[in-house]
């Protein structure tokens, strides 16, 4: 202090530079925080039983009302910004109702979702099924049907009567025509229903014997699961292929 009792010059300035050092400190954890944080809360799944318990676990929080919400903030926008590894890739309807991403309570860069009418599928739809397990070893495919599918009731009601769908809705319509055959062998008090769910079953069986998937699916890296949503419940049902 000076003689009047006020701080001199050089204990103002040691005691600038001591605040800035903590400021800087300050600002230094506050950038340096969230990059530790990005990581997910949980291990990225490895296996296809882990990234199927992953999924079903979701939906039971989904069922009821019990939401994490997960992977859903900037901390993991950021974190997924340079590269993904989803654990599970799921081929849906176009449904509105049919979000996987809500119905299995899961965030970003977490899933690999193809959304066709009544999953039909085609060379590219089958091609973008193949890319998470042939690219990023995503270890879980899923074929999701769903109760009251509006694509699977207009082709069946297009095949059964006669009348092709305009434009290229009757794609569609030729690819869930297998699914058509099967529901009128299985029979069943509800056709459509029953058209939708040998959709998802001959669909899986087809992704899961593939030459590309095959291989996968017999060293155990992958699983092809095919399910049923419930639009009542929003619960998943399982119908085919889950891994032990």
């Known amino acids: 202090m000076d003689r009047t009792g006020q701080p001199d010059r050089r204990t103002l300035l040691g005691s600038g530079l001591a605040v800035a050092a903590i400021g800087l400190a300050g600002c230094s954890s506050t950038r340096t925080a969230p ?3 990005r990581a997910p809360a949980d291990a990225r799944p490895v296996t296809p039983a882990q990234a199927f318990a992953r999924l079903m676990d979701g939906n039971d929080r989904w069922v009821r009302g019990d939401l994490r919400h ?16 989803p654990f599970g890739s799921v081929l849906a309807c176009i449904d509105s ?5 809500l119905l299995f309570d899961t965030g970003l860069g977490d899933l690999f979702v193809m959304r066709t009418g009544g999953e039909a599928v085609g060379p590219v739809v089958t091609g973008s099924v193949e890319y998470g397990p042939m690219t990023s070893g995503t270890p879980l495919v899923m074929v999701l049907g769903h109760q009251r599918c509006g694509a699977v009731e207009s082709a069946h009601k297009s095949i059964r ?3 092709p769908l305009p434009g290229n809705l009757e794609a569609i319509a030729k690819a869930l025509r297998p699914a058509y055959e099967q529901a009128a062998r299985d029979g069943g008090s509800d056709p459509v229903e029953t058209m939708a769910r ?10 899961r014997s593939n030459q590309d998937l095959a291989p996968l699916v017999e060293k155990g890296s992958l699983a092809v699961v095919g399910a049923y949503y419930s639009l009542d419940e929003g619960k998943v049902e399982v119908l085919t292929g889950a891994p032990s």
């Not at 901390?75 to 997924?80: A, P, S």
């Not at 109702?97 to 991403?101: F, I, Y």
Request: positive net charge.
């Open 161 to 163: 009567d006669g009348k």
């Open 70 to 85: 997960p992977d859903r903030d900037p901390t993991r926008r950021e974190f997924v910004a340079q590269k993904q590894q």
């Open 97 to 101: 109702r049919v979000p996987p991403e």
């Open 35 to 37: 990059l530790a944080a």
């Open 198 to 207: 040998a959709q998802v079953r001959l669909t899986a069986d087809a992704l």
